[in-house]
């Protein structure tokens, strides 16, 4: 009985995780944990502002929070690297508790938000894939390196879609 569970339920919920972490939403987004104490799942959206697309990152932390000038730093599986320069939006905390052996550990998560323009020319830089990663976070800089392309189709397309929007007016 265990091995039909096994061989059948648990390939079902590695793909169901694979299709959530991958976007099937307005946004798309990662889970994190460089080291046991620290872990983040960034999320990233594209909205268009200003008649410009824009990338909207979220980071949902303990501790990491962006700066008032953060950089997002992408690398493609091409190996070229576009660098791009935003403004920190907010930051919102929620606090609670977990009762571990009648004592109560305070658990903290910190949300923070930044928009990154992106020029129209820089658009096809998306449609490789992006292979690697690095925000400007504090206290830490958050990198992740992709073994395959989780976040760049998708910003590709949303990058297009906002653009012919804007463009359709």
């Not at 606090?95 to 550990?105: D, E, F, H, M």
């Not at 820089?122 to 073994?147: D, L, M, N, Q």
């Amino acid at each position: 009985m265990i091995e039909i569970i096994k061989k059948r339920i648990i390939p079902v919920f590695i793909v169901l995780i694979v299709i959530v972490s991958c976007g099937t939403e307005k946004s798309v987004s990662y889970s994190h944990k460089p080291l046991a104490a620290e872990g983040c799942t960034v999320s990233y959206s594209v909205v268009s502002l200003e008649a410009q697309p824009t990338i909207i990152v979220s980071v949902k932390s303990d501790r990491l929070v962006f700066s008032e000038k953060p950089i997002l730093q992408l690398k493609n599986f091409k190996g070229e690297i576009l660098k791009l320069e935003g403004t920190g939006l907010q930051s919102s905390s929620k606090t609670s508790g977990l009762i571990i052996n009648n004592v109560i550990v305070p658990i903290s998560e910190l949300k923070a938000t930044a928009q990154f323009y992106v020029g129209t020319d820089e658009i096809p830089f998306f449609k490789s894939g992006i292979s690697k990663v690095r925000i400007s976070t504090i206290p830490i800089v958050h990198e992740k390196t992709f073994t395959k392309d989780c976040i760049g189709e998708y910003l590709y397309k949303e990058l297009l879609r906002v653009q012919a929007t804007a463009d359709n007016f």
